[in-house]
């Protein structure tokens, strides 16, 4: 019967299981695990493997390192995930293979790793700069993942990343504008050619890439609707059509009639357009909002766009993306039902909204402590 012992090494904890001689060869078989933080740690993982062994299901020894792991895998899973998501794997797998990459696989242990969530916080970035909390656990979702896959194939014992704790990262923080601010800013910018995506944009709550990948097979003008089935995101530099970012992300959304007219009238400018450029007229898919010859418009370009006509204007600073956070924080003041605002936007629950713009929900208690008072005192 397989015996195992416990015992302190390196500044943490550490177990080893003496299997007995092999039937085989007659040498000694031993499984042997460090790095657990405490002896508790090493206790359970202890347990895990004696009770693994008394099913016989203990993992082969195996020299492959960390970077030929997460190599093959990659290559495992590039058919489930949207361009934008493989993009965001391959660099939290650089990350990774960097300062983990020749760890054999089998050796990796949950403190390691959070020594290499330290070393990503202080050091990660482009020449030596720090990493953010968010960047960093995106590399922790990744590996985690990547480990949990090799548990389940039989590769490694445990996954160790499901072990190791990565840093907390505190709410993103946004800045917004007043409905005042939004009534300014789009009186100063009407005559620019920009001004009817940044409109859809304000009265929507749309991501950046669904605006620029928006069809007019997708606007149904007559309806006062659209549908959101696609995106257009920058990878690597490169415009890119795909998916949406999930399911919930693919979702009509309802227009009102100032957009609905400022669109109509965006459509026969456009059309005009394109009469003027003739054969010039870049033969893109039916895209709604295009540049001057007909192309699709780069995203980052398009945010530097905002970004200059914002500096212009005098008003407080904010990114592409606060217009986003704008729209939410205005429609839940103005007491639209957060589960509206959830499906308007896409997020995958109501929960998420919810957490996001939790300042507004106190001002909407205190809205709402009064309502049925006033029914019943009126």
């Known amino acids: 019967m397989a015996r195992g012992s416990v015992r302190r090494k390196d500044n943490g904890w550490s177990f080893r299981v003496d299997l007995g001689p092999d039937p085989a060869t007659g040498k000694r078989r031993q499984v042997a695990r460090q790095g657990f933080r405490t002896r508790k740690e090493a206790e359970s993982s202890l347990g895990e493997v004696l009770s693994a062994i008394s099913v016989g299901s203990v993992v082969s020894r195996s020299a492959a390192t960390t970077e030929q792991f997460l190599d093959d895998w990659l ?224 995203p980052d370009r398009f945010s530097r766009q905002f970004t200059a006509l914002v500096a212009s204007s005098g008003l407080t600073p904010i990114r592409l993306h606060d217009l986003r956070h704008t729209y939410a924080t205005l429609a839940l003041k103005a007491g639209v039902h957060p589960k509206v605002v959830s499906e308007r936007l896409g997020h995958a629950t109501v929960g998420i909204t919810l957490d996001l713009y939790s300042h507004v929900t106190p001002a909407i208690a205190r809205d709402a402590a009064g309502v049925v008072a006033d029914r019943i005192f009126e």
């Open 75 to 298: 290559a495992s899973q590039q058919h489930r995930l949207r361009p934008t998501s493989l993009h965001s794997y391959k660099m939290a797998i650089l990350r990774i293979k960097r300062r983990l990459g020749q760890v054999p696989v089998q050796a990796l242990t949950p403190l390691q790793i959070e020594k290499f969530y330290a070393e990503l916080l202080r050091t990660g970035g482009r020449g030596g700069t720090p990493l953010s909390a968010k960047t960093v656990r995106n590399s922790h979702v990744v590996l985690r993942k990547a480990l949990s896959d090799a548990e389940r194939l039989g590769l490694v014992h445990r996954n160790a990343a499901a072990a190791a704790k990565p840093p907390t990262s505190s709410r993103p923080e946004f800045a917004t504008w007043s409905s005042d601010d939004l009534r300014d800013f789009f009186s100063g910018i009407r005559n620019e050619r920009i001004y009817p995506a940044l409109l859809v944009l304000a009265t929507t709550g749309m991501r950046r890439g669904e605006l620029l990948g928006l069809r007019w097979s997708d606007v149904d003008l007559d309806g006062g609707q659209l549908a959101v089935v696609q995106t257009l995101t920058a990878i690597d530099g490169v415009p890119t059509f795909g998916a949406t970012k999930s399911s919930r992300s693919r979702r009509t959304v309802y227009i009102d009639s100032q957009t609905v007219r400022v669109l109509r009238e965006h459509r026969r400018r456009q059309r005009s357009e394109r009469l003027v450029a003739g054969p010039a007229w870049t033969t893109t898919p039916d895209l709604v909002f295009r540049d001057e010859a007909g192309g699709l418009i780069h």
